[in-house]
């Protein structure tokens, strides 16, 4: 009795044990066996849209910004130690080391470091790299061969001409989410609309490509395509960080404009950074000093006064203006500093000479009042609307709010605040004969939807003054680059300039400083006004309007907008003029050097 107990307990412990092998054995090949293959559950999976590139005015040839599809591989060390990969045909499984070896080959990592990575389970999805090479991503894709790899699909964002333009283009964060610049602006349409697929997973995990359930192609994003040309910006670009160097300035910036359209056809500041590098970079370094950076702008804003001068009926360009420092009508005239003054001068001389005390006495003359509302017609105070975020609108106090002193000292270019693209922009309203036109740096958006493409429209922002006193005004402007002139190192052969120099006192604590300033100098070339020696022959039209600004932080000899930024428009604008093969004006003075 007792034995046949025995035999029957253990009879009993021999089925139940095969039975669990059994059972044991099933659950294994269902998910590690021949029908893992098997569809298991189903899934939604996100196809993300490729970002839109980003073109200069030379179209499609070669972009500026592009995104191209890649994968991301991130090591999961706990999902590499626990799951069993075992390729098929083989009885063992691989083993850690193998599957390191196989990811360290196809990535082309240190297998040591890899090695360690995979020891540190605490550190699960730990960046292994970046790639678009198809044939590696099937192996690291393939949960029969290789584990603890997840992959997320990414785009790399290629930025061809490194810093160049980057204050322009911007940059993205990690996310792919436009961070700065035209990147920001128009995030929405670079960024497209993501696709997705719905279909099933087997029981490794792996999608199966056949099963498929429902497939919706994403909406590339669109293409930009700008105003300025890519071989102009190189040029101005590598000028301008010379001269900066040349002059001993902490910092530069400039901007060219189309005469006849406002398009921005080169933008330029310094110091820059490399878009890939943005959140590491320091924040001046990231201020577009062209639309982001006001600044009292000193001389240059004596053309303005001019202008409403001349426009009000209250002067004319060659007019004697009696002035006198101690007249009790006017409360505390500018001094003249260095600059040339008589008690009797003309307007002319009073712009080519930039005499202080006569254009601070005109802008008495020509009242608060009207003076603030010829200085809004012209841009300043408001934004240009530029396509690049963070433009600043500057500060031009309301007229009631002017005290004596400002009376004299805002049309002087004092106690008031500007951009760079405000000045640009209220000169490319005396070139194109009183009409100022909206600046834009994005010429057209090429959607991929099958919707035709969003072009620019020019639009007038004002017509401040008309063309006759443009016309006075720029010939009045052309004694500043000439021998007599405060910019006469500004003057390009061949070519008649509409200048206006400006050395502003940058203010510190409160106080304007004594040896620190802000060189600019802006420029029309052709001027437009300078006439042929033939009878009835029009002048050549004027195209390019030209500004360039130099900041010091320290005491120096080229402080002056004449000496360091009249040299550096010189060079960038005769660039431009060559590449944009503008005939010259003054050919006399190309045919005295044969």
């Not at 100098?521 to 039209?541: H, M, W």
């Not at 390019?544 to 402080?559: A, Q």
């Amino acid at each position: 009795m007792a034995g046949g107990g025995n035999g029957r307990f253990w009879f009993a412990v021999a089925g139940l044990s095969l039975f669990a092998a059994y059972s044991a054995q099933k659950l294994v090949r269902a998910h590690f066996g021949d029908d893992a293959d098997a569809p298991r559950y189903e899934f939604k999976r996100t196809i993300p849209a490729c970002r839109g590139s980003i073109f200069d005015a030379g179209g499609t040839t070669r972009a500026l910004v592009r995104s191209i599809p890649c994968w991301e591989y991130r090591l999961d060390p706990v999902a590499l130690t626990n799951a069993v990969v075992r390729p098929k045909g083989e009885r063992q499984p691989r083993t850690k080391e193998a599957i390191c070896r196989t990811i360290a080959g196809q990535l082309s990592l240190d297998y040591a470091k890899l090695l360690e990575m995979a020891g540190n389970t605490a550190n699960r999805y730990q960046f292994l790299a970046q790639s678009t090479d198809t044939a590696s991503h099937d192996i690291l894709a393939n949960r029969r061969y290789v584990s603890g790899v997840a992959i997320v699909d990414k785009q790399i964002r290629q930025y061809f001409n490194n810093r160049r333009l980057c204050h322009v283009i911007g940059a993205i964060n990690k996310e792919g989410v436009g961070s700065s610049g035209l990147e920001l602006r128009y995030d929405r349409e670079l960024s497209g609309i993501d696709g997705y697929v719905r279909g099933y997973r087997d029981a490794r995990g792996a999608e199966l490509r056949d099963r498929q359930i429902e497939r919706v192609e994403p909406k590339n994003g669109a293409d930009i395509y700008l105003t300025i040309d890519a071989n102009l910006q190189y040029s101005v670009e590598t000028i301008l960080e010379e001269g900066i160097r040349e002059y001993e300035a902490a910092s530069g910036w400039c901007v060219i404009l189309d005469v006849k359209t406002g398009d921005v056809l080169a933008m330029a500041s310094y110091p820059n950074y490399h878009p890939l590098m943005f959140g590491r970079t320091g924040d001046d370094a990231k201020i577009n000093r062209v639309t982001s950076l006001t600044y009292e702008p000193g001389s240059v804003m004596k053309v303005i006064t001019a202008c409403a001068g001349i426009e009000s009926g209250i002067v004319s360009p060659d007019s004697l203006y009696t002035t006198n420092r101690n007249d009790d009508r006017y409360y505390r005239l500018p001094g003249d500093g260095s600059h040339v003054w008589d008690e009797r001068m003309s307007i002319r001389d009073a712009i080519v000479h930039s005499s202080n005390i006569v254009i601070g006495k005109l802008g008495c003359d020509i009242g608060p009042e009207r003076l603030w509302g010829y200085m809004r017609a012209f841009g300043f105070g408001s934004k240009t609307g530029v396509e690049i975020p963070g433009e600043e609108a500057g500060i031009l106090p309301f007229w009631k709010k002017w005290d004596k002193v400002k009376w004299s000292r805002a049309p002087i270019g004092q106690g008031v605040s500007v951009t760079a693209m405000q000045l640009a922009s209220a000169y490319q309203a005396i070139a194109n004969d009183g009409v100022r036109m909206k600046p834009h740096v994005v010429s057209k958006i090429v959607y991929t939807d099958g919707r035709g493409p969003k072009v620019t429209l020019r639009e007038v922002a004002s017509r401040p003054i008309s063309a006759a006193t443009a016309r006075k005004i720029r010939k009045m402007m052309l004694g500043v680059a000439s021998p007599g002139g405060t910019a006469r190192r500004a003057a390009i052969k061949g070519y008649s300039v509409a200048g206006k120099t400006g050395t502003a006192q940058k203010v510190v604590n409160g106080r304007y400083s004594d040896h620190l300033y802000r060189a600019t100098f802006c420029g029309i070339v052709p001027s437009g006004v300078e006439f042929a020696n033939e009878a009835n022959i029009e002048p050549e039209p004027a195209r390019i309007v030209v500004l360039v600004s130099l900041d010091f932080d320290k005491r120096t000899k080229y402080h002056q907008g004449g000496n360091s930024a009249g040299p550096i428009f010189k060079n960038i604008a005769s660039a431009a003029l060559r590449y944009l093969e503008v005939e010259p004006d003054r050919p006399d003075e190309l045919m005295d050097e044969d």
